[in-house]
């Protein structure tokens, strides 16, 4: 400000005499801003992106003390399976996993369930297969499937076999549905769509038989046919899926 006659004292600048918000961007030097400069929060105190990041989703990495941006595309996965859905079953008939989830970014695909309950007693779990996204499922002779376990309640070493089956048996000995008896495990199909090899698939079971006892079942299985599975069904013999979650994981 202009003045008249003598020069006031100069007197320091006080952070009361800078309005809020009133240094821009332009006023700030470049590499001004030290690690000693922020706060403790600017990260939590951002809103929460509450799901996984898009693949051009971009975060901040220290490139050899250099600070670079990476988009999380080049970072994701880190070697495990790709979550790429959930079902939570509550009363249903099955629980199907089409070509929405079966294409062709990932060549293997693992199923995975975990306390699954039936509503009728004494049934077998079953998974079903299809090659017309669900419009029908597999019923020829052309299934093959071996399983080999223990019995818990004997200790007594268990075996199953077949190859004129509708369906692929997970519980070979009978899911019981009294209070707690439930089944969990996983089967990890391998190139399900390939058209050129027999469809293949590995897995475990834990289950409770209806008498109370339980099954430990080590499963393999094989379509006898080439050409691309895009269905994935599990159901009962008899009756409902009465509760149970589902997930199927792209193999990477």
Known sequence: LAYIGKK???VPLTAGDIPN???SESKIADNAVESEHLNDNVISG???LGATPADTDELLVSDAGT?????F???KGGGKNALLHTVTASDVASVTFNNTYLTSTYRDYLFTWSNVHSANDNVQYLLKISTDNGSSFKNDNDHREAGIGLASNSGSPLQQQGDSNTSFVIAPNNLGAGTG?????YITFFDILGTDNFKQWLGRTQYTKADGASDHFVLAGEYKKVGALNTIRFDMSAGNISSGVFKIYGVT
């Open 8 to 10: 006031p004292t100069d």
């Open 21 to 23: 918000d009133g240094i």
């Open 46 to 48: 951002q809103t929460a």
């Open 67 to 71: 600070i670079k941006r990476v988009d």
């Open 73 to 75: 595309s080049h970072i």
């Open 181 to 185: 008896e439930n089944s969990s495990g």
